[in-house]
Structures are given as C-alpha cells and as structure tokens.
C-alpha cells in the first residue's frame, strides 16, 4: 500500500511566478490535510480538503493560496505571484477520516529565488 | 492562544539508555494526541498516539503518557539506537481535522 505522495519534492521559483504542488493520499483515504514548515520549526495547518470540498482553510493565507482536491486526481495547493516569504517545506497529509492519525507524505521544499 | 509545547529543544542520550520527551498542552479539550518523529528531510513518522480517556499506552520500545491534570504528555523511547537520531514532535487534535503541533525536540544518540 504506497504512502501518501508528494511532487515534485523539490521547487524552485523565482519571485511572482507560480507554484503548484501535487499530494495523492493514500489508498482509501479521502481526507486530505496541507501544512507548511519553515526551517526549524513545527508544521503549521493550513487547509483541510475532503473530495470537492474545502473544510476548513482557516491556516491559509488570506491572498494568492488556494487548494483544492477533485474528484479524480490530486490535491492541489497553489501558489501564485510567490515571494520569498513562501519558501518553506509543504507536506501534505490524509487521514481515512476525522479523529484518526494523519499520515504524511515527504514534503515538497519550495525555494523561491 | 492555545498552544502546544515542548520544554527542552534538544536532548542528548547515549546508546542503549532510556530517552524521555516532554511536552506541554494548553487547550483542555484536546482529546487526541500523537507523536511524531523527523528525520532530515523526510516528513514526520507517525509513532503513536493516545485518546484522553487513557493516561496511558506502549508500542515497541515508546511508551506515552498522558498527564490531564496538569497538561502534560511525554514520549519514553527505551534502549534509545542511533537510528532514534531524529527531531520529534507532539500534536493536539481538538477538532477532529487540524493537528497543532509542537516546536520539537532534537534528540541524538551518541554512540
């Protein structure tokens, strides 16, 4: 049973072009969890996304960042006009439902030059 | 805000001794707790968790305990290896979606 999936794991963008990252979650798991990580420091949530839905996106910021996870493919976290500010680790987690342990995936280091 | 911490950032142990993690909750309705581990460059390591109605549960070689009154959980990782080498982290789930996490903390083992 793969594990959750991430790509690319590597991103490098220079400054006001878009990011896109990409999260498969595991198999038969159907909530999906994006959080970011600065360097030396704990993950910090920002959306929960069940299949077409957005949950909860209260850790996004308010501009430029959106997310979203279809009915076929991916969970999408987007990034547009980036800043250096946004270079940081995004890892994406999914959970088979509320209440459960999340499993994540290996992350994706964004460096935005 | 609600918060949760770690006391120590890093702790140093020497191989085959017992290693003890500490951390600190501040949201009294977190009724779910797991602890994860990092190695560099990798995503966190589900280790094990626990649900408030416990004070607490053992996996192979960690133990978690859960202290309610005083808002305290801690990870005992036993006959600690080299390969336990990582940064570990609590998290709180109050809502039954996001995790809060804390700061972490480095452990390494010395040979």
């Known amino acids: 049973n793969a594990g959750v999936m991430q790509n690319p794991r590597h991103l490098v963008r220079r400054r006001g072009q878009e990011a896109r990252l990409r999260c498969s979650p595991m198999?038969?798991?159907?909530?999906v969890y994006w959080y970011r990580q600065l360097p030396e420091e704990g993950l910090k949530f920002m959306v929960y996304?069940?299949?077409?839905?957005?949950?909860?996106e209260s850790g996004m910021p308010k501009e430029r960042f959106s997310a979203e996870f279809p009915k076929e493919g991916p969970s999408i976290l987007r990034i547009q006009q980036v800043v250096r500010g946004d270079s940081a680790a995004y890892f994406c987690?999914?959970?088979?439902?509320?209440?459960?342990?999340?499993?994540f995936g290996p992350g994706t280091r964004l460096t935005v030059t | 805000g609600e918060s949760v911490g770690l006391h120590l950032p890093t702790l140093s142990v020497q191989e085959g001794d017992n290693s003890i993690i500490n951390c600190a909750y501040s949201n009294s309705a977190s009724d779910y707790f797991i602890w994860y581990k990092q190695e560099s460059g990798k995503g966190p390591q589900f280790i094990i968790d626990?649900?408030?109605?416990?004070d607490k549960r053992q996996g192979q070689r960690v133990t978690v305990l859960l202290n309610k009154t005083v808002k305290h959980l801690s990870l005992q990782i036993a006959a600690t290896q080299p390969g336990d080498s990582a940064v570990y982290f609590c998290a709180e789930n109050s809502l039954g979606n996001m995790l809060t996490f804390g700061g972490g903390t480095r452990l390494m083992v010395k040979p």
């Open positions: 987690a999914s959970s088979p439902g509320t209440g459960y342990e999340q499993y």
């Open positions: 198999k038969g798991h159907s909530h």
């Open positions: 996304l069940q299949k077409e839905n957005i949950i909860d």
């Open positions: 626990i649900r408030s109605n416990m």
